[in-house]
C-alpha cells in the first residue's frame, strides 16, 4: 500500500439519514445557544463603547444595574452558555451522524439536556437581578446568590449527562465494528466528552464543597487560594472542550466542504489524544501571581502547557495541509497562492478559514501568557481579554458560526437565507475582531487593568486614548456583524421548506489514507484514558493535598450589589 494512494476510498459510511426528532433535538439545543449568544454579545459593545467614555449602562439602569453586571452576563452568556449548548448539541450530531446510527439511549440524552436548561433557567434568575455579578470566573471573595452556583453546577451535570448518551452509543457501535477504526468526527467528539468530564471535577470540587455551602450561609467564611486552584483545574481546559469542537469541523468536515481529503487521519487523533492528556495538568499558568502555589508547581505546569500547545501546531499543519490538497484539486497553483481557489463564496468556509487565521495570532499571545516572566506584564490586564476574543471569540465563535450556516439549514430543511450576507457577515466579524484585539493587546501592554470601566478611570495616560477609542470601533463593528448573524439564523429558520436538493447535506471528509491504516493505539481509549487520569493526580495531587490539609476559612465574601 502506498503512503498516499488516492484510490483508496474510505470505506462509504452507511448513509444514516437523521429522524425528525433527532434533528429537534439537536436543533433545540441551537436555539438556546443562539439565544444566549444574540443576548450575551449585546454587553460586549456596551463595554467597548464605555472604554471611550460612552456609557450606556446609565440609561439601562432600571434592568441592569452596572458596568459589572453587563460583563457577567456577557462572560457567562457567551462563554460558558452559548458555547456549552452549542458543543453538546454538535456532538450528538457528529456521534450520530458519523457513527450512522442513532443514539444508543435518546432519553438519556434528553435528560441531560433538560437538566442543562433548568440549571441555565435557575442561574438566569440572579444574574438578571444583579445578586450573581461575579464575573464568568466567580472568583470568590465575590459571592453570589447559591442559586447561581447550583444552576451552573446543573448545566454540567446535564452536560456529563449527555455525555454518558455519547458513550453508550459508541460502546454499542464498537460492539457491532469490532476492528474497524471509529470515525473520526465521533471518536473527537467523545474524546472531548471524556476530557470535559475529567476537568469538571475540579468545577464541581469547588461548588459542592466551598461556594453552595458558603452560599447557603453554612459556613461563614472562605479559603479564596483553593477554590482559585479548584477553578483553574476546569478553567483551563475549559478552553480546549470550547475549542476541540472547532477543530472536528476543521479536520473532518472543512476539507470535504472546500473539496478535498483530511490529509492525516492519524495525525488528527494523535492531536485529539494529546489534548486529553495535557489539558489539565496545566491550570497554574492562569496563577502565576498567586502567593499561595509554590513556584516549583507553577513551573512544572508552565512546561506542561507548552506540551499543550503542541496539538494545535499539529492541527495547523494537517488542516492547512488538507486545505492545499483540496485548492490544488480545484486548480489552485503557487506555495500561497492556491488559497485563493479555496471556496471563499461557501459562508459556512469562509467563516472557519477567517476563525483559522486569526487563531494563529492567538495562539502567539498565548504562548505570551504562558511565559512566566512576560505573564508578569500582561497578567490582568487588557492584553488577556485581547487573548481570549481572538480564541473563544473568533476561532471557536466564528467556527460554531459558519457550522451552523450549513447545520441550521440542514436541521430544518431550509434553505440559508441570503448567502451573501452570510458571507460578508464573516469579514465583517474579522474586521471588527483585528481592529478590537489589537487595541486591547496594546492597552495591556501599555498597562490597561481588564475587568474595569476604563471610561470612568482617573488615571488614564495619554498613549490609551486611541486604543481606548479602536476598542469602541472594533467593538461597533462586531455588533454590526452579530446583527447580520442573527438575522441570517432567523430569516433561516423561518423561512419556506426548501427541495431537498437545495438542503446541505452533512459535510464529512474521508482522508486520504484510509482510517483502517491508522495505528490501532490511535483508537483505543484505555490507554490513554489512564495516562490522562495519571497527569493529573501527579501535576494536582500534591498541591490540592497541601492547600486542603491547610486550609484558611479566612474571607467573609463581598458583596458588590454597591457597584
Ligand atoms: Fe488562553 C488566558 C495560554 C489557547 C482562552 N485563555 C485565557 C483566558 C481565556 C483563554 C478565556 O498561559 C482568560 C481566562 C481568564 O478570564 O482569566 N491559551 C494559552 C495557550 C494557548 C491558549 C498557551 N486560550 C486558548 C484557547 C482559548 C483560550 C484555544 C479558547 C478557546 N491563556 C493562556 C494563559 C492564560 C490564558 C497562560 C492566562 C493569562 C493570564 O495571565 O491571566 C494555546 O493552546 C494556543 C495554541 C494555538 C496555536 C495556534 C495554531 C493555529 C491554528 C490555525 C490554523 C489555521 C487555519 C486557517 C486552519 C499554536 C490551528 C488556514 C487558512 C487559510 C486561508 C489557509
Ligand atoms: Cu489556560
Known amino acids: 500500500m502506498t503512503l498516499i494512494d488516492p484510490e483508496v476510498r474510505t470505506a462509504p459510511r452507511p448513509e444514516y439519514q437523521l429522524t425528525q426528532q433527532e434533528r429537534r433535538f439537536i436543533g433545540w439545543h441551537l436555539i438556546v445557544a443562539i439565544a444566549a449568544l444574540s443576548i450575551g454579545s449585546l454587553f460586549g459593545p456596551l463595554q467597548a463603547f464605555e472604554y471611550s467614555g460612552l456609557d450606556l449602562y446609565k440609561y439601562l439602569k432600571p434592568i441592569f444595574q452596572s458596568y459589572y453586571q453587563g460583563l457577567t452576563l456577557h462572560g457567562v452568556l457567551n462563554a460558558l452558555v452559548w458555547t456549552t449548548f452549542f458543543i453538546v448539541g454538535f456532538t450528538n450530531l457528529v456521534v450520530i451522524k458519523g457513527l450512522g446510527r442513532p443514539l444508543r439511549a435518546p432519553k438519556v440524552n434528553l435528560v441531560g439536556f433538560w437538566v442543562m ?192 500547545f503542541f496539538p494545535s501546531m499539529l492541527t495547523a499543519f494537517t488542516v492547512i495541509a488538507s486545505l492545499e490538497y483540496a485548492a490544488k484539486r480545484r486548480g489552485g497553483t503557487g506555495i500561497i497562492g492556491w488559497v485563493r481557489a479555496l471556496p471563499w463564496d461557501d459562508p459556512s468556509v469562509t467563516a472557519q478559514l477567517l476563525a483559522g487565521i486569526l487563531f494563529m495570532f492567538g495562539g502567539v499571545s498565548g504562548l505570551t501568557n504562558a511565559s512566566y516572566n512576560l505573564n508578569l506584564v500582561v497578567h490582568n490586564t487588557a492584553w488577556v481579554p485581547g487573548h481570549f476574543h481572538l480564541t473563544v471569540a473568533t476561532a471557536v465563535t466564528l467556527s460554531f458560526m459558519g457550522i451552523t450556516y450549513w447545520m441550521v439549514p440542514h436541521l430544518t430543511g431550509k434553505k440559508l437565507w441570503n448567502r451573501k450576507m452570510a458571507v460578508a457577515q464573516s469579514w465583517v466579524w474579522f474586521v471588527g475582531m483585528i481592529v478590537f484585539s489589537n487595541a486591547m493587546h496594546m492597552l495591556g501592554l501599555l498597562g490597561a487593568p481588564r475587568r474595569t470601566p476604563l471610561g470612568e478611570a482617573l488615571y488614564v495616560p495619554d498613549e490609551w486614548e486611541g486604543h481606548l477609542l479602536r476598542v469602541s470601533i472594533g467593538g461597533g463593528i462586531l455588533l454590526v456583524s452579530l446583527i447580520m448573524y442573527v438575522l441570517v439564523m432567523v430569516k433561516t429558520a423561518v423561512g419556506p421548506k426548501a427541495a431537498p436538493a437545495d438542503v446541505p447535506e452533512v459535510p464529512i471528509a474521508q482522508s486520504i489514507r484510509h482510517p483502517q491504516l491508522t495505528p490501532d493505539w490511535l483508537d483505543r481509549f484505555k490507554p490513554w484514558l489512564i495516562v490522562a487520569l495519571l497527569l493529573v493526580v501527579l501535576s494536582y495531587g500534591p498541591q490540592l493535598f497541601d492547600q486542603i490539609i491547610h486550609i484558611d476559612l479566612n474571607s467573609p465574601g463581598t458583596d458588590f450589589r454597591p457597584w
Open 117 to 308: 436548561v433548568v440549571g441555565l433557567l435557575m442561574a438566569a434568575v440572579p444574574l438578571l437581578s444583579n445578586a450573581a455579578t461575579v464575573l464568568y470566573t466567580f472568583y470568590p471573595p465575590l459571592k453570589a446568590s447559591w442559586a447561581f452556583y447550583l444552576g451552573l453546577t446543573l448545566v454540567v451535570v446535564g452536560s456529563w449527562i449527555e455525555g454518558v448518551g455519547f458513550y453508550l452509543t459508541l460502546a454499542a457501535w464498537k460492539k457491532d465494528n469490532k476492528g474497524v477504526r471509529t470515525p473520526f468526527i465521533a471518536f473527537a467528539g467523545v474524546v472531548n466528552a471524556a476530557m470535559w468530564q475529567i476537568a469538571t471535577l475540579g468545577i464541581a470540587t469547588e461548588i459542592l464543597t466551598m461556594l453552595l455551602p458558603w452560599s447557603f450561609g453554612l459556613t461563614d467564611a472562605t479559603d479564596p487560594q483553593l477554590a482559585r486552584t479548584y477553578f483553574w483545574f476546569t478553567g483551563h481546559p475549559l478552553v480546549y472542550f470550547w475549542l476541540l469542537p472547532a477543530y472536528i469541523s476543521w479536520y473532518g468536515m472543512l476539507p470535504k466542504q472546500a473539496g478535498g481529503k483530511l490529509f492525516s487521519d492519524s495525525l488528527a487523533r494523535l492531536s485529539f489524544w494529546m489534548f486529553l492528556i495535557v489539558s489539565v495538568p496545566v491550570g497554574f499558568h492562569h496563577q502565576f501571581v498567586d502567593p499561595g502555589v509554590p513556584v516549583v508547581w507553577k513551573w512544572i505546569h508552565a512546561v506542561l502547557t507548552y506540551s499543550v
